[in-house]
């Protein structure tokens, strides 16, 4: 944009824009993640919105479904679902009805669920309307914790079923650590475990990482994350003023957008031992970067107010030498509270297997 | 961008295809944010909607300007582009009729979707280029935004849109926002929302495209 940027508003000059994003949802800022977790989170803000805006008891006792099928489409004709446009504004009642969604709800279609066994309220989904394929959630408001079960794989396969608590998310950085564990088990740990689109190197035989191993890593890290707190924001990649944060894990009041708790901000980097066409990385080069990144994380989690900084370490060099990368920078980390960890990546299969039967041995 | 053929073809050709290629892609997003099948005024706001807020992702303008009606917008090309799209059988029409519209003319009135088995290939070929991937990201969350509005409010989202419904533009006029003209209120209003997040985080392109839409719901109930 030339002349005047965004002073340049028109007819929308004098209206009242801090009034909107204070009554808005935070709908859009998951664009670039998989339609299945923007769905899966987007249901449960929803609902943990509802819940505040019109208390736990002012709608009925009866399981919200909702399905991530945006179109309604069905093998009942007769059936005609009633459009709730800016249900994210939290105040249509949910419960009792059969929701049709959009990966990002903030309009869905539903129709009235008759009060029916739990039977029934499956086989309504999977036998009648044959969409048990589809990822669902189903809100139960009837157990003393009002639980969201969510169905990955549809209610189609009700064994694969993970339950959330919509009153509380626990992101304390041994938490944050232990999901960081299970994305480096199932997605970064080998080669093999990693998605074709998303290899971290470039050439794994001569240990070359490839150039945007670290991007690759926070999208991994910012998918896994988001999947696993739902009620939370995993934000990345923002400018502020002291730089650019990778990761930061933020959670923000349901009734007042204005309250906002920054949990953790997380600083990434990859260690490596050639660069992505070869070229060598001295000991002091790794030992340079884990400082900065010390530094990094101290200064964003101070900029933003966040409750706690780590910087995670993802090890590519040739050899494992464990917690060692932060011998230099021990002190410097406890000063300023930022907690280390580090994962190595291993360049083959074998390298692993063999890590792993060593480990065994011990 | 499309592909560039050995043989050059004329500017033309080029928008032509540029053109029904949009199609495809706004038809696409429809679906996937449950709007479809989509009455044709709706298409045309939609159309227009992704060429007034793509500054805000960053993607490049596909028509510029519009004539000023007293309704929506409707670009005839456009319209032509899409009665080709039917007949070769890419798009489905239903509920066809005929209305008068507000300039006291007959035209024809009917809902679009896309027709899976021809457009889905044709779909599959376009996402091949890393730019219209871009592309289709935009009008995909431009949809999922615009979806949140009701029928009735999407059928009028432009008479309170920050560019359309600018006072200055009579109808009959052209609002032009990326033609010959550089000011394009309705991105600026957009982006104007990236540092009012009281959370003080940065508002993403995402969450720009939903809060203008968010806005431009509060002005629609105002008036």
């Given at each position: ?239 502020i003023v002291s730089g650019r944060y990778d990761i930061a ?112 041995e011990l | 961008m499309m592909a560039k053929s050995t043989e ?186 990236e540092r009012l997040l009281p959370s003080g985080a940065r ?21």
């Amino acid at each position: 944009m030339s002349e005047g940027g965004t002073t340049k508003l028109g007819p929308w000059a004098d209206d009242d824009f801090v009034g909107t994003v204070l009554a808005a949802s935070a709908a859009g800022v998951d664009s670039d993640l998989p339609d299945e977790i923007r769905f899966m989170g987007g249901v449960a803000k929803l609902i943990r919105t509802r819940i505040a805006e019109a208390g736990d008891d002012t709608d009925p006792a009866r399981p919200a479904v909702f399905l991530l099928e945006p179109t309604a489409r069905t093998h009942r004709p007769d059936i005609a679902p009633k459009r709730a446009p800016m249900l994210d504004n939290a105040l249509t009642a949910i419960n009792g009805r059969l929701w049709f969604m959009s990966p990002v709800p903030v309009v869905g279609s539903y129709v009235e669920l008759e009060d029916c066994d739990d039977d029934k309220l499956f086989r309504i989904v999977t036998d009648e309307l044959q969409l048990g394929d589809v990822p669902a959630a189903i809100f139960d408001p009837r157990t003393a914790i009002p639980q969201l079960r969510l169905y990955r794989n549809g209610l189609g396969d009700p064994g694969t079923c993970e339950i959330l608590r919509v009153d509380f998310v626990d992101v304390s950085l041994p938490r944050v650590f232990e999901i960081i564990n299970r994305i480096y088990e199932t997605g970064l740990v080998t080669p093999t475990a990693q998605e074709q689109a998303g290899k971290l190197w470039e050439n794994d035989e001569k240990h070359w990482v490839a150039q945007d191993a670290e991007l690759k890593v926070q999208l991994y890290l910012r998918m896994g994350l988001q999947g696993a707190l739902l009620l939370c924001h995993v934000r990345s990649e923002e400018d502020i003023v002291s730089g650019r944060y990778d990761i930061a894990i933020m959670e923000v009041d349901p009734l007042d957008r204005s309250c906002a708790r920054w949990h953790a901000i997380l600083e990434l980097k990859v260690l490596r031992t050639f660069g992505s066409r070869g070229g060598s990385y001295s000991d002091q080069d790794t030992r340079d970067r884990v400082e900065s990144g010390v530094r990094q994380a101290a200064s964003y989690r101070n900029e933003k107010g966040a409750l706690a900084a780590a910087l995670c370490c993802f090890d590519m060099r040739h050899e494992n030498t464990g917690e060692e990368c932060f011998s230099h920078v021990v002190d410097l980390a406890d000063a300023h509270q930022v907690v280390l960890r580090t994962w190595f990546i291993y360049a083959t299969c074998e390298q692993y297997r063999e890590a792993i039967i060593s480990s065994t041995e011990l | 961008m499309m592909a560039k053929s050995t043989e050059p073809a004329s500017d033309y050709d080029i928008d032509d295809l540029r053109r029904r290629i949009r199609l495809i892609l706004l038809l696409d997003a429809a679906e996937s944010a449950g709007l479809t099948p989509l009455p044709i005024l709706h298409l045309h706001t939609f159309a227009y909607m992704s060429n007034v807020l793509s500054p805000v992702w960053e993607v490049p303008v596909l028509e510029g300007k519009v004539l000023k009606r007293r309704g929506n917008p409707f670009y005839a090309s456009l319209q032509y582009d899409l009665d080709r799209l039917v007949g070769i059988g890419v798009v489905l029409v239903s509920n066809v009729s005929h209305v008068l519209d507000e300039d006291q003319r007959w035209r024809l009135e009917g809902s679009y979707c896309l027709h899976r088995p021809f457009a889905d290939r044709i779909l599959q070929r376009i996402k091949a280029f890393e730019d219209e991937r871009e592309i289709i990201h935009f009008i995909q969350e431009l949809a999922y935004a615009l979806s949140a509005l009701s029928s009735e409010d999407l059928g009028r989202a432009t008479t309170e849109d920050a560019t359309y419904a600018d006072p200055i533009i009579d109808v009959g006029n052209v609002v032009d926002f990326a033609e010959w003209e550089n000011v394009n209120y309705s991105a600026n209003a957009a982006r104007h929302f990236e540092r009012l997040l009281p959370s003080g985080a940065r508002a993403t392109q995402g969450e720009m495209l939903h809060l203008y839409v968010h806005h431009l719901y509060g002005r629609l109930q105002s008036v």
